[in-house]
């Protein structure tokens, strides 16, 4: 009786997620895209609620809601739901997306989606050898030894993930690294890129008219094909089109000039912004906790064990709702970058896959962060993994990414204000 | 978390793979009336020039340049972009606006694009902020000539284009724009004397009468005649 009423809060829970994951699917992921394919739409809503599950089930446990007995089996079926997805269904309909795009393949999509499918499995089962993550005492296509590399892939993006956010975060809102941006720089900065513009034109101006006068009197300016046009166009050039080349390469430089100017002036703009965002209330709130957090950054990145076991279920949470926040922002910052109407399907399926492996992943590590008497249910349920192995990978990938953070960003601001400061 | 880095990456992709809405493909095609072999994303602004022929085959024809100026970015930018994208909407002449005929979201970012390029004069700080709503009256005393084009037509299926082509009509009128459907990787759609030629023709020379002959000022032969192409479906004609 109880377990029915468990699970029907369960699967209450569990639509609500996917309802959610739904909305923001569609208001923020494909704002500006037209969904044709609904099936993306519908693993990508899934995954995530399957995901958000997971998290549920641990804060359940910790505030002992719910049968013990229907929490383990909630757990279990969870776990395979969830590995079905991120190791079957996700990788078969990223396969099959891309090869739909590619016009060559579109006959026999469905044989070229199973090939890719069956390589990605390969390299999938590959990733476990060099890592002493599992006893070999088990079956093949256990949840373990699947769980086991998922964990892998996962606990490496979650590492990477933290160590940059480590570093970014403080150097991001606090304000002492912000440099100072006037209207004046911005102006200037602006006219140099008109003028340019202005050199393009006349330039472009200049082409044209040649192309134009040459189609004229009959030289047409066709680039030299096949054999005999290669020989003709040796001994015969005619000046009109030696100058077209000459002033195209100019006309390109220009525009890489003018390129990198746009990027400039763009992020002054940004930094303006940021500015006069630090001098609001809101800002100077996020400026005092960028000081807090990069204090405690800092503190992690050297002093990893110390506290762990002492970590109430409050910080828990708040991990849990930051670090699912933060991944959605990332996510969504990331697609809005590199995406376009062709490739919205593959990249969505790509950061749903992305967004499972990391949960999976978070599950696993939080486990370090829990007391002591909560661990046990983690321990039961994802079976023989060596959890210390996950613990000192993530501790590794974490040192490695926010050392190499810090020098990137280091360099970065570095170079910055040296390209405005010249004239 | 706000990165210093700026997300702009420049690949050249084949356009079988990942293209945009095809805004300087177009512009290739109007000013060398050639296909672009390699189109690659446009970061910042890129222009061409157009020789056009004013009233060509009359008695009082005359050649002009015409600057297409093509804004690359997307409505939903930060807004640090759109801040440095209004520095190329001064004094602008005339406006294309560009859509994708195969994703609906593109034509409804369209009224976004114009309010940004129109009302760039009424905003002093430069960073333009809207709801997408729509107001007729801001169109209604628009001087500016529009032109609506919505690309890849070749890959609408022939059952769905009397559909898609109706939902287009009703945009362009309600922008008050005369209205073009091609596909930019094939030039017959603007061949000469095609009912697309003439149109482009015609608003080519309505921009610049509207740009020299109501003013009632010099004609200068061959003088330049500026228009910018902005961010993903907006081009526009801009003389300065």
Redesign the interface.
Known sequence: MSFLIDSSIMITSQILFFGFGWLFFMRQLF????VRQYVVQVIFSVTFAFSCTMFELIIFEILKVLNSSSRYFHWKMNLCVILLILVFMVPFYIGYFIVS???LLHRQRLLFSCLLWLTFMYFFWKLGDPFPILSPKHGILSIEQLISRVGVIGVTLMALLSGF?AV??P??YMSYFLRNVTDADILAL?RR??QT?DM??SK??R???T??TMFQKGEVHNKPSGFWGMIKSVTTSAPGSENLTLIQQEVDAL?EL??Q???E???L??????IEYSKTFKGKYFNFLGYFFSIYCVWKIFMVKFWSQHISFILVGIIIVTSIR?LL??LT??F???S????SNVIVLLLAQIMGMYFVSSVLLIRMSMPLEYRTIITEVLGELQFNFYHRWFDVIFLVSALSSILF?YL??KQ?PEKHMAP | ??????????FPFNT?????VGKSSLVHLL??NQVLGNPSWT?????????HDYKEGTPEEKTY?I?L?DVGG???S????K??RA?FYNSVNGIILVH?L?????SQ?LYRWSLEALNRDLVPTGVLVTNGDYDREQFADNQIPLLVIGTKLDQIHEAKRHEVLTRTAFLAEDFNAEEINLDCTNPRYLAAGSSNAVKLSRFFDKVIEKRYFLREGNQIPGF?D?KRFGGGTLKSLHYD
Not at chain 1, 269 to 274: P, V
């Open positions: 704002k500006d895209y037209e795009n590619i016009r956010g970014n975060c150097y991001t602006e890129l008109l513009m393009i034109i472009k101006k082409m044209a008219m192309r134009r525009e003018s390129r100017l746009f990027l002036t763009a992020d703009y940004a930094t303006k912004e940021r933060g922002i990332t910052k990331f809005y970058a590199i376009s109407s062709k490739s960003l970065a601001h910055a | 978390m706000e990165s210093r880095l700026l997300p702009f990456c420049h079988d793979l990942i293209t945009g000013c060398q970061v910042g602004c890129s222009v061409d020039v157009r020789v340049y600057e100026w997307s409505v939903g930060a807004s640090s972009v801040s440095t520095v994708d195969t994703n609906k979201k593109s970012n330049s500026r």
